[in-house]
DNA sequence: TGCTATAGTATACAAAAAGATACTATTGGA
DNA sequence: TCCAATAGTATCTTTTTGTATACTATAGCA
């Protein structure tokens, strides 16, 4: 890495993927393959409509999701990952590989903690 | 990547990373090593010594970088990566690389764009 | 006729993140 | 005696995110 903080890129793909809910919808869709839009409502509890559709809105305008209408009553609508937002896979792996270690890091640490004020 | 969203530790990642200047402050530590204070704002055109201090902090807090403070007059403060915090630098990499890739994907679909509507 | 299901909007409000600006302590040197 | 340098705090305001709640359209069905 060696590059000046003028030229990073970081902040693309984490403005993509920063959203109290992008990574679930993400993770799932990668999952999942595609899904309603009141399967994903369902997978994800205490998610309101409103943030539901603006993150997939925003989702979609970048391109990382699908959204297809079916001209029918009651409505239907689904949405898949593109073959561009399948690319942000190995960054959400990473993240969740790293997560799984930081838990056991932060349980260490209160073991340390729990040591030296004992 | 079969795995239930509950038990999904990318937000750990994310809630680390994400904040205007933590990628960059990061990147900068993980190129050139200890920084004083003063060299990490003079970095960061545009970052106001709250939010510096801020995002110092709490990386600090996370044990991703170290702070050593020298009882001078005037003060001196230095930063540096932890070897826990040395282990983000794959995410970070894997964002950098999208990031790229994106800057790309970006300008084509301008490009389509133009296309269509001439 | 009125109810259900689905995928949304609209509006108001609360909380969190970021920005602007002013202030502090201390010591060596002019 | 007063100024510069460094690494901060303390407040206040603005912007961005997120939450809560109510409302909409329409085909099919009882």
Request: charged share 35%; net charge neutral; aromatic share 6%.
């Amino acid at each position: 890495m060696e590059r000046k903080p003028d030229n990073c890129r970081v902040e693309d793909a984490l403005g993509i993927l920063v959203g109290k809910w992008k990574p679930i919808i993400l993770l799932y869709l990668l999952q999942e393959g595609t899904k309603r839009f009141s399967e994903l409502k369902r997978n994800m509890p205490g998610i309101t409509q409103k943030m539901l559709t603006k993150q997939l809105r925003e989702l979609e305008d970048e391109d990382i999701i699908r959204r297809v209408v079916y001209p029918q009553v009651p409505p239907k609508v689904e949405y898949s990952m593109t073959d561009y937002g399948r690319s942000l896979e190995p960054i959400l792996e990473a993240m969740h590989e790293w997560g799984e270690k930081h838990t056991e890091h932060k349980a260490k640490e209160e073991q340390n903690q729990l040591k030296s004020s004992s």
